[in-house]
């Protein structure tokens, strides 16, 4: 069982072949752009771009903000492949659909993922704009039996039962600190635990005061699924979260969390978070 709802290895390959046959790159390195941080893909030399409706098998992103496309190049002469916007739950797509690219990065020879999103600080030490390196997540939709990786197990990607016990490699945790002290960004990194909710729906006050109970710091709809998918197939994994806006967790407030913050806040930080990525990219490409 499971079979027919999923991509086949075979498939995957496809996608992958597709991409290997119109790029002389051979990228080790993926980066996943999240909302609002997708010009990182726009530093890329020797570009070679496809947009997601060209490439056999891949799903076509819906949201703004999300330019939909694959970027194949070079970030300070490291070849990189960059996911200019991503696959969300809340667009329709089941969670090994949203994953399936990460797949695809895998067999086309990509070892390390560079992860980012746009987060809701719930930490209360948090501030707009902070940057969140992920230390760990809490698999919301895992708890009520929705997985990634629901359905047959094909060993060619990887185990049937993985661990997720240091999804977050913490060497390269380690090195990313460094480049943000080097970066005098020190007052605004911070680490801690991501929560993904299914979304669209931005929380109520009560679930983000449960939330605050079991250990959450931001609140996000994304990621999770493409961290299980590339250490299911063992690749290292470094994530971080823009946060974009205060979580209100009090009646009092009459602000509400809206997309429109959510883009203004990524753009207003895009010039150091791109540098940020580019400095982690170098520290991902020397072990
Ligand atoms: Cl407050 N919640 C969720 N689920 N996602 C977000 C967010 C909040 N802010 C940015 N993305």
């Known amino acids: 069982p499971g079979k027919e709802t999923m991509y086949t290895y075979d498939v995957i390959k496809q996608s992958a072949n597709y991409l290997l046959e119109r790029t002389e790159h051979r990228p080790t390195i993926g980066v996943i752009c999240g909302s609002g941080l997708g010009g990182m893909a726009d530093l890329l030399t020797d570009r070679d771009v496809f947009p997601y409706g060209d490439i056999p098998n891949f799903p076509v992103s819906t949201v703004t903000g999300h330019a939909g496309r694959m970027v194949i190049g070079k970030l300070s002469n490291i070849p990189v492949m960059c996911m200019q916007g991503r696959f969300h739950a809340y667009e329709g797509y089941p969670l090994w659909k949203c994953a399936m690219p990460v797949r695809v990065m895998k067999l086309m020879g990509v070892e390390k993922l560079l992860i980012t999103n746009a987060a809701g600080g719930l930490n209360s030490s948090f501030n707009v704009g902070d940057i969140m390196i992920i230390k760990d997540h809490i698999n919301f939709q895992g708890f009520a039996g929705d997985s990634p990786l629901r359905g ?106 809206n997309h429109e913050e959510v883009i203004g806040v990524a753009n207003n930080r895009k010039s150091d978070l791109q540098e940020l990525a580019r400095r982690i990219v170098i520290a991902m490409n020397t072990d």
Not at 205 to 215: R, S
Not at 240 to 256: G, P, Q, R, V
């Open 152 to 257: 047959y197990n094909d060993e060619r990607f990887g185990p049937r039962f993985p661990a997720m016990n240091n999804a977050y490699d913490k060497d390269l945790r380690k090195r990313a600190k460094a480049v943000a002290t080097e970066m005098k960004l020190e007052n605004v990194i911070r680490e801690g635990t991501y929560v993904m909710l299914g979304g669209p729906t931005y929380e109520t006050v009560a679930e983000l005061k449960m939330l605050q109970i079991i250990g959450v710091d931001a609140v996000g709809m994304s990621t999770v699924q493409e961290v299980i998918v590339a250490r299911h197939c063992n690749m290292k994994v470094f994530a971080f979260s823009l946060i974009t806006n205060k979580c209100i967790t009090d009646y009092e407030t009459d602000d509400m969390a």
